[in-house]
């Protein structure tokens, strides 16, 4: 796996042809070890930290099997519509002054309404005028024009997870198609935006769905790849599968490297499955996550994810947008 690193480090590109099976039999230390590798060369020691807020819970339409905020399924979780402007700009200060380096709005549905995306809008175009940080949306499935208006809006990335692989995709969600994410992700790019898209890991896909999402967006050209390891939530068809083991989480960030070795892969839910506060996933390739004090998936704060960061010798201490 070394001497597979030197080589994507000197500019080869793994292909779906390449096939899972050298990274589902490689040891694991020497995958970790050339994953963090190909990092170090391609992408250097900056770590991109990430907040986002919860715009807009519940009641979606859509089916998609893991999720909370479904409708589909009885989660209990919390329901409310669009926040408030002046909520939505409080929480990005914060995040702002303690040193994150982008913020997303995230709101649960397939799209928005012409009223919330309104909503939306406005708080963005407030954002970019009050806030220095870099601004990520996640509003589902939009159109040209909306997308359009984010960017003029002040957002210059949008979030639309692909999930698994194609394959694996109709076991997970069924009123929506991987065809309409990547149909999405193209339109956003279209407009100019920078896109960050992933997936779940621990929903019952093989270890070759891993590896064709991971090609899939290679090939797209996304900028940020989140990995999400599968938190199962009780009444989610989802709620009674096992908890993915720190082993396969590493094995799946490193391979990820390999495949996308410019993009920043984001390690987001499950960081806490792993021991030290994950400290051990940036050392096999990583060089993103997701932080905040709210979030109860990655169970660390902002301060203790910069101190962990910077003791380990990375760079936190830059602005994407100046
Ligand atoms: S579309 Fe988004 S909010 Fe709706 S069920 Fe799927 S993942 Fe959850």
Same mark, same amino acid.
């Given at each position: 796996?070394?001497?597979?690193?030197?080589?994507?480090?000197? +500019?080869?590109?793994?292909?779906?042809?390449?096939?899972? /099976?050298?990274?589902?039999?490689?040891?694991?230390?020497?995958?970790?070890?050339?994953?963090?590798?190909?990092?170090?060369?391609?992408? +250097?020691?900056?770590?991109?930290?990430? %907040?986002?807020?919860?715009?807009?819970? +519940?009641?979606?339409?859509?089916?998609?099997?893991?999720?909370?905020?479904?409708?589909?399924?009885?989660?209990?979780?919390?329901?409310?519509?669009?926040?408030?402007?002046?909520?939505?700009?409080?929480?990005?200060?914060?995040?702002?002054?303690?040193?994150?380096?982008?913020?997303?709005?995230?709101?649960?549905?397939?799209?928005?309404?012409?009223?919330?995306?309104?909503?939306?809008?406005?708080?963005?175009?407030?954002?970019?005028?009050?806030?220095?940080?870099?601004?990520?949306?996640?509003?589902?499935?939009?159109?040209?024009?909306?997308?359009?208006?984010?960017?003029? %809006?002040?957002?210059?990335?949008?979030?639309?997870?692909?999930?698994?692989?194609?394959?694996?995709?109709?076991?997970?969600?069924?009123?929506?198609?991987?065809?309409?994410?990547?149909?999405?992700?193209?339109?956003?790019?279209?407009?100019?935006?920078?896109?960050? %898209?992933? #997936?779940?890991?621990?929903?019952?896909?093989?270890?070759?769905?891993?590896?064709?999402?991971?090609?899939?967006?290679?090939? &797209? #050209?996304?900028?940020?790849?989140?990995?999400?390891?599968?938190?199962?939530?009780?009444?989610?068809?989802?709620?009674?599968?096992?908890?993915?083991?720190?082993?396969?989480?590493?094995?799946?960030?490193?391979?990820?490297?390999?495949?996308?070795?410019?993009?920043?892969?984001?390690?987001?839910?499950?960081?806490?499955? &792993?021991?030290?506060?994950?400290?051990?996933?940036?050392?096999? +390739?990583?060089?993103?996550?997701?932080?905040?004090?709210?979030?109860?998936?990655?169970?660390?704060?902002?301060?203790?994810?910069?101190?962990?960061?910077?003791?380990?010798?990375?760079? &936190?201490?830059?602005? /994407?947008?100046?």
């Amino acid at each position: 796996m070394i001497k597979l690193a030197e080589e994507i480090i000197a +500019g080869r590109r793994i292909t779906r042809s390449d096939g899972a /099976e050298m990274f589902i039999k490689a040891d694991l230390q020497e995958l970790c070890t050339g994953a963090d590798k190909i990092r170090q060369e391609l992408c +250097g020691n900056r770590i991109s930290l990430c %907040s986002i807020i919860n715009g807009k819970s +519940g009641k979606c339409p859509e089916n998609c099997r893991f999720c909370a905020q479904s409708a589909h399924n009885c989660t209990g979780v919390e329901e409310y519509p669009f926040l408030d402007a002046d909520k939505v700009v409080e929480e990005c200060r914060y995040n702002e002054s303690r040193g994150v380096h982008r913020f997303a709005i995230v709101t649960a549905g397939r799209t928005l309404s012409e009223g919330d995306f309104a909503k939306a809008a406005e708080v963005y175009r407030r954002l970019s005028s009050e806030c220095r940080i870099s601004l990520c949306a996640s509003h589902g499935l939009l159109t040209d024009e909306q997308f359009e208006e984010l960017r003029r %809006s002040g957002v210059d990335r949008y979030h639309c997870n692909i999930e698994t692989s194609r394959r694996n995709f109709p076991n997970i969600c069924t009123t929506h198609t991987y065809d309409d994410k990547i149909a999405c992700i193209r339109r956003a790019m279209a407009h100019g935006l920078k896109v960050c %898209s992933g #997936g779940i890991i621990g929903m019952g896909e093989t270890w070759e769905d891993r590896f064709d999402m991971a090609v899939s967006l290679a090939e &797209l #050209g996304v900028d940020s790849i989140p990995i999400n390891a599968l938190m199962p939530i009780k009444g989610t068809p989802m709620g009674d599968r096992e908890q993915i083991t720190p082993e396969d989480i590493l094995r799946t960030a490193a391979m990820f490297r390999y495949i996308a070795p410019e993009q920043e892969i984001r390690i987001a839910a499950g960081r806490r499955i &792993l021991s030290d506060g994950g400290a051990e996933v940036f050392r096999s +390739g990583v060089n993103a996550t997701i932080t905040g004090d709210m979030l109860t998936t990655a169970g660390n704060s902002i301060q203790s994810d910069i101190k962990m960061l910077t003791e380990m010798g990375f760079d &936190l201490e830059y602005r /994407e947008k100046e």
